[in-house]
Protein backbone atom coordinates (compact mmCIF):
# COMPACT_ATOMS: atom_id res chain seq x y z
CA UNK A 1 0.00 0.00 0.00
CA UNK A 2 1.80 3.16 -0.96
CA UNK A 3 1.48 5.60 1.65
CA UNK A 4 0.80 9.20 1.02
CA UNK A 5 1.98 12.15 3.31
CA UNK A 6 -0.22 15.20 3.44
CA UNK A 7 1.61 18.30 4.65
CA UNK A 8 -0.53 20.41 7.14
CA UNK A 9 -2.14 24.07 5.57
CA UNK A 10 -0.19 26.60 6.85
CA UNK A 11 -1.63 30.11 8.26
CA UNK A 12 1.49 31.83 8.42
CA UNK A 13 4.35 30.34 6.14
CA UNK A 14 7.41 28.86 8.30
CA UNK A 15 9.83 29.32 5.16
CA UNK A 16 10.96 32.78 5.89
CA UNK A 17 12.11 31.33 9.63
CA UNK A 18 13.55 28.88 7.59
CA UNK A 19 15.53 30.64 5.04
CA UNK A 20 16.47 33.58 7.74
CA UNK A 21 17.38 30.93 9.98
CA UNK A 22 19.91 29.41 7.18
CA UNK A 23 21.79 32.53 7.59
CA UNK A 24 22.01 32.77 11.21
CA UNK A 25 23.59 29.31 11.44
CA UNK A 26 25.60 29.68 8.95
CA UNK A 27 27.26 32.92 9.61
CA UNK A 28 27.67 31.54 13.55
CA UNK A 29 29.82 28.68 12.26
CA UNK A 30 31.59 30.66 9.65
CA UNK A 31 32.39 33.57 12.37
CA UNK A 32 34.02 30.86 14.38
CA UNK A 33 36.14 29.34 11.63
CA UNK A 34 37.27 32.67 11.12
CA UNK A 35 38.21 33.69 14.72
CA UNK A 36 40.18 30.33 14.35
CA UNK A 37 42.03 31.03 11.48
CA UNK A 38 42.80 35.18 13.64
CA UNK A 39 40.12 36.94 11.29
CA UNK A 40 39.95 40.18 12.54
CA UNK A 41 36.35 41.19 13.96
CA UNK A 42 35.68 43.62 11.99
CA UNK A 43 36.83 41.91 9.07
CA UNK A 44 34.26 39.26 10.11
CA UNK A 45 31.15 41.77 10.69
CA UNK A 46 31.99 43.98 7.78
CA UNK A 47 32.39 40.36 5.69
CA UNK A 48 28.92 38.70 7.37
CA UNK A 49 26.73 41.89 6.81
CA UNK A 50 28.20 41.99 2.62
CA UNK A 51 27.09 38.02 2.58
CA UNK A 52 23.69 39.15 3.99
CA UNK A 53 23.52 41.35 1.18
CA UNK A 54 24.68 39.90 -1.42
CA UNK A 55 22.90 36.92 -1.19
CA UNK A 56 19.37 38.57 -1.05
CA UNK A 57 20.27 40.46 -3.90
CA UNK A 58 21.42 37.35 -5.85
CA UNK A 59 18.55 35.45 -4.59
CA UNK A 60 16.16 37.81 -6.22
CA UNK A 61 18.30 39.02 -9.37
CA UNK A 62 18.52 35.33 -10.33
CA UNK A 63 14.46 35.44 -10.26
CA UNK A 64 14.21 38.10 -12.10
CA UNK A 65 16.47 37.16 -14.74
CA UNK A 66 15.19 33.47 -15.21
CA UNK A 67 11.80 35.14 -15.67
CA UNK A 68 13.08 37.73 -18.44
CA UNK A 69 12.16 40.86 -16.13
CA UNK A 70 8.43 39.99 -16.75
CA UNK A 71 7.89 39.42 -12.89
CA UNK A 72 8.15 41.79 -10.11
CA UNK A 73 10.56 41.28 -7.39
CA UNK A 74 7.34 39.85 -4.76
CA UNK A 75 6.21 37.45 -7.39
CA UNK A 76 10.03 35.67 -8.28
CA UNK A 77 10.94 34.78 -4.22
CA UNK A 78 14.35 33.93 -3.57
CA UNK A 79 16.32 31.55 -4.94
CA UNK A 80 19.20 29.21 -3.39
CA UNK A 81 21.27 29.32 -6.44
CA UNK A 82 21.25 33.19 -6.69
CA UNK A 83 21.51 33.46 -3.21
CA UNK A 84 24.70 30.97 -3.76
CA UNK A 85 25.95 33.28 -6.09
CA UNK A 86 25.33 36.33 -4.17
CA UNK A 87 27.45 35.08 -1.38
CA UNK A 88 30.38 33.78 -3.20
CA UNK A 89 30.61 36.99 -4.73
CA UNK A 90 30.68 38.68 -1.54
CA UNK A 91 33.42 36.65 -0.09
CA UNK A 92 35.06 37.47 -3.70
CA UNK A 93 34.92 41.25 -2.78
CA UNK A 94 35.85 41.39 0.90
CA UNK A 95 38.88 38.95 -0.24
CA UNK A 96 40.07 41.78 -2.33
CA UNK A 97 39.48 44.54 0.45
CA UNK A 98 41.19 42.59 3.03
CA UNK A 99 43.95 40.16 0.59
CA UNK A 100 45.61 38.58 3.44
CA UNK A 101 42.62 36.82 4.64
CA UNK A 102 41.09 36.25 1.62
CA UNK A 103 41.97 32.34 1.68
CA UNK A 104 40.24 31.70 4.85
CA UNK A 105 37.20 34.02 4.10
CA UNK A 106 36.25 32.08 0.70
CA UNK A 107 36.89 28.73 2.66
CA UNK A 108 34.24 29.32 5.11
CA UNK A 109 31.76 30.29 3.46
CA UNK A 110 32.26 27.57 1.40
CA UNK A 111 32.06 25.21 3.89
CA UNK A 112 28.97 26.33 5.58
CA UNK A 113 27.29 27.00 1.37
CA UNK A 114 25.72 23.70 1.43
CA UNK A 115 24.47 23.88 5.23
CA UNK A 116 22.56 27.13 4.39
CA UNK A 117 21.07 25.28 1.42
CA UNK A 118 20.14 22.51 3.22
CA UNK A 119 18.56 24.18 5.65
CA UNK A 120 16.32 26.50 3.45
CA UNK A 121 14.98 23.29 1.32
CA UNK A 122 13.47 22.00 4.52
CA UNK A 123 11.55 25.59 4.31
CA UNK A 124 10.87 24.75 0.66
CA UNK A 125 9.28 21.15 1.86
CA UNK A 126 6.93 22.99 4.50
CA UNK A 127 5.01 25.03 2.01
CA UNK A 128 5.57 23.08 -1.12
CA UNK A 129 7.47 25.44 -3.91
CA UNK A 130 10.54 23.77 -5.60
CA UNK A 131 8.53 20.62 -5.70
CA UNK A 132 9.46 17.60 -7.22
CA UNK A 133 7.66 16.23 -10.21
CA UNK A 134 4.26 14.06 -9.75
CA UNK A 135 4.90 10.46 -8.17
CA UNK A 136 2.61 8.02 -6.08
CA UNK A 137 5.57 6.09 -4.50
CA UNK A 138 6.25 5.61 -0.90
CA UNK A 139 6.66 8.85 1.06
CA UNK A 140 4.78 10.95 -1.85
CA UNK A 141 3.62 14.64 -0.48
CA UNK A 142 0.59 16.16 -1.21
CA UNK A 143 0.32 19.66 -0.34
CA UNK A 144 -2.85 21.56 0.21
CA UNK A 145 -2.42 24.13 -2.23
CA UNK A 146 -1.32 22.26 -4.95
CA UNK A 147 -4.16 19.17 -4.39
CA UNK A 148 -5.85 20.10 -7.82
CA UNK A 149 -2.89 21.06 -9.85
CA UNK A 150 -0.52 18.51 -9.09
CA UNK A 151 -1.80 15.83 -7.09
CA UNK A 152 1.35 13.82 -5.10
CA UNK A 153 5.19 15.04 -5.61
CA UNK A 154 8.19 13.24 -4.99
CA UNK A 155 9.77 15.00 -2.05
CA UNK A 156 12.99 16.28 -3.78
CA UNK A 157 13.21 19.11 -1.13
CA UNK A 158 14.04 16.22 1.78
CA UNK A 159 16.25 14.57 -0.63
CA UNK A 160 18.08 17.66 -1.58
CA UNK A 161 18.08 18.50 2.10
CA UNK A 162 20.08 15.25 3.05
CA UNK A 163 22.29 15.43 0.09
CA UNK A 164 23.74 19.35 1.10
CA UNK A 165 23.58 18.10 4.70
CA UNK A 166 26.05 15.46 3.76
CA UNK A 167 28.40 17.59 1.75
CA UNK A 168 28.25 20.13 4.21
CA UNK A 169 29.84 17.31 6.63
CA UNK A 170 32.33 16.52 4.07
CA UNK A 171 33.23 20.23 4.06
CA UNK A 172 33.94 20.24 7.58
CA UNK A 173 35.93 17.45 7.81
CA UNK A 174 37.76 18.80 5.52
CA UNK A 175 38.44 22.04 7.48
CA UNK A 176 39.05 20.25 10.43
CA UNK A 177 41.89 18.16 9.20
CA UNK A 178 43.27 21.19 7.01
CA UNK A 179 43.02 19.50 3.60
CA UNK A 180 43.88 21.94 0.98
CA UNK A 181 41.26 22.53 -2.24
CA UNK A 182 38.82 22.73 -0.13
CA UNK A 183 37.00 25.43 -2.66
CA UNK A 184 36.92 23.40 -6.04
CA UNK A 185 36.27 20.33 -4.11
CA UNK A 186 32.96 21.24 -2.18
CA UNK A 187 32.02 23.51 -5.58
CA UNK A 188 32.22 20.38 -7.26
CA UNK A 189 29.81 18.50 -4.97
CA UNK A 190 27.26 21.06 -4.92
CA UNK A 191 27.32 21.57 -8.43
CA UNK A 192 27.00 17.40 -8.99
CA UNK A 193 24.50 17.18 -6.51
CA UNK A 194 22.37 20.13 -7.54
CA UNK A 195 22.40 19.59 -10.95
CA UNK A 196 21.49 15.70 -10.65
CA UNK A 197 18.32 16.19 -8.61
CA UNK A 198 17.24 18.80 -10.38
CA UNK A 199 15.86 16.04 -13.10
CA UNK A 200 13.69 15.23 -9.69
CA UNK A 201 11.99 18.62 -9.81
CA UNK A 202 8.61 19.64 -11.33
CA UNK A 203 10.19 22.86 -13.19
CA UNK A 204 12.98 20.46 -15.54
CA UNK A 205 9.77 18.58 -16.62
CA UNK A 206 9.50 18.58 -20.65
CA UNK A 207 13.40 20.29 -20.85
CA UNK A 208 16.48 18.85 -21.98
CA UNK A 209 18.22 21.47 -19.24
CA UNK A 210 17.21 23.63 -16.79
CA UNK A 211 18.56 26.81 -16.17
CA UNK A 212 19.99 25.65 -12.67
CA UNK A 213 21.67 22.70 -14.23
CA UNK A 214 23.22 24.93 -16.87
CA UNK A 215 24.71 27.06 -14.18
CA UNK A 216 25.81 24.01 -12.30
CA UNK A 217 27.63 23.27 -15.46
CA UNK A 218 29.68 26.74 -15.30
CA UNK A 219 30.08 26.32 -11.79
CA UNK A 220 31.42 22.75 -12.36
CA UNK A 221 33.87 24.19 -14.58
CA UNK A 222 35.08 27.11 -12.64
CA UNK A 223 36.09 24.60 -9.62
CA UNK A 224 38.13 22.13 -12.38
CA UNK A 225 39.48 25.77 -13.67
CA UNK A 226 40.31 26.63 -9.44
CA UNK A 227 42.00 22.90 -9.46
CA UNK A 228 44.13 23.33 -12.27
CA UNK A 229 45.32 26.62 -11.57
CA UNK A 230 46.16 25.65 -7.58
CA UNK A 231 47.94 22.15 -8.73
CA UNK A 232 50.15 25.12 -11.87
CA UNK A 233 50.87 26.49 -8.90
CA UNK A 234 52.66 24.23 -7.09
CA UNK A 235 54.06 22.40 -10.00
CA UNK A 236 52.23 19.42 -9.95
CA UNK A 237 51.20 19.11 -13.32
CA UNK A 238 54.22 20.50 -14.96
CA UNK A 239 55.87 17.90 -12.62
CA UNK A 240 53.66 15.07 -14.23
CA UNK A 241 51.93 14.23 -10.72
Do not use: W
Not at 123 to 129: R, T
Not at 153 to 178: C, D, G, H, N
Request: net charge positive.
Amino acid sequence: MTTTILMPEFTVSPYPYFFMGSFVVALAIASAMLRRDKIPTQIIVLNSMLVVLMSLFGAVMYGLIRSGFSKGILEVGFSSLGGAIGLLLACVIMGVIYPEGKNSLISAFIVVLPLMYGISKIGCFSIGCCRGIAYDGPLAIRYHNYVTQTGSVFPIQIVESITFMLIFSVAYTMYRKKKELITPVVLALCSIGKFSLDFLREEHVGKVLSTNQVVCIIFLIISALIYIIYKAKKGDIYNGT
